[in-house]
């Protein structure tokens, strides 16, 4: 089967709005290539091993593939996307000085390629990503593993966002802990806090192919008792009920987030109502240039910044509901 493929190069900020542009634009699948210049330093802190050489994409930039079936009208949606991009500017997303391309690949050549380049990934002194068709054995008698398979629509936990917010789980969850995971996505994050100690995550997402991605993952580590995936957002799980029938039981100990700044900004006072006085929020997703805002915004919600984790250009902060 033909599919047409759109490369959109832009700017790494830009990456995760033009990804779900793409996505609602009907895309049968999207891989994303951020900076990786040949002259950058390789993160080998936790025994990282690297089998593909880094692109030359330079610094700050990436490049989004978009996968469209042969009957599509792809110039239309080319025009849509275009228009899309451009309002980022009007939301303070600067996405470059934008190009784009588009040709005709065969099914073969992207569905199952980028599966090569997807090895175990150690992201923690704790946790390790592992594929489902990669063998590996831990090191030690701590390392828990993550299976997964995220599909061609989901992360893989080698973005710095979700590494950073695992190790940022790892040093907050001390065992026993109800989760609300926000935008759960592959369910990574979900998974990496029940094998550090979560007694229950609900993990929550809008996106119905991700809410299946999340449960897929669940059952693949043996963690539907733990994990509840649900197609909804915090708003709409406060207004629901107390959330027992889900697991947990409102308010909750931890809510982690790892979307945009954007985003995290419509519902800060949502999150500080589901949590408990003392409760901890992990937001995550955040790029450099919103670090200020963000934090204020937190500040004046009630919550107390505890902690600012960083990796690369991205930002996590740990926030801590005032009793």
Not at 159 to 185: F, M, N, Q, S, W
Not at 219 to 236: C, F, P, W, Y
Not at 270 to 286: E, F, M, N, R, T
Not at 296 to 321: H, M, N, P, T, Y
């Amino acid at each position: 089967m033909l599919w047409h493929e759109m490369t959109i190069h832009t700017t790494e900020e830009a990456v995760e709005m033009i990804s779900n542009f793409l996505h609602e634009a009907g895309a049968g699948g999207v891989s994303i290539e951020e900076s990786g210049s040949l002259n950058k330093k390789r993160d080998t802190s936790y025994g990282q091993w690297y089998e593909v050489p880094l692109n030359d994409i330079p610094e700050g930039q990436a490049e989004i593939k978009g996968y469209f079936s042969e009957e599509s009208k792809v110039e239309d949606i080319l025009e849509e996307v275009k228009h899309r991009i451009e309002g980022l500017r009007e939301f303070g997303i600067d996405p470059g000085d934008v190009r784009y391309e588009i040709k005709t690949v065969n099914e073969d050549d992207w569905a199952t390629a980028w599966k090569q380049y997807f090895k175990p990934l150690r992201v923690s002194d704790r946790l390790t990503i592992k594929p489902t068709w990669e063998e590996y054995e831990p090191e030690h008698e701590a390392e828990k593993i993550i299976e997964l398979d995220p599909g061609m629509a989901f992360g893989t936990g080698t973005h710095p966002t979700t590494a950073l917010c695992l190790r940022t789980l790892e040093k907050v969850i001390k065992g026993g802990e109800e989760i609300i995971d926000v935008g759960t996505g592959s369910g990574i994050l979900s998974i990496g806090s029940v094998l550090l100690g979560a007694k229950h995550v609900l993990a929550l997402d809008l996106d119905p192919v991700a809410v299946s991605s999340a449960r897929e993952n669940t059952a693949l580590n043996g963690m539907e008792r733990q994990i509840t995936v649900k197609e909804s957002d915090l708003l709409g799980l406060l207004s629901g009920g107390d959330g027992s029938e889900l697991g947990i039981t409102l308010p909750v100990d931890i809510v982690v987030a790892n979307i945009l700044a954007e985003i995290i900004l419509l519902f800060i006072d949502d999150v500080y109502q589901a949590l408990k006085p003392g409760g901890v929020y992990i937001a995550s997703g955040i790029y450099k240039n919103k670090v200020e805002i963000v934090q204020q915004a937190l500040e004046d919600s009630g919550f107390a910044i505890e902690d600012v984790c960083r990796d690369e250009d991205w930002v996590a902060f740990v926030a801590r509901k005032r009793s």
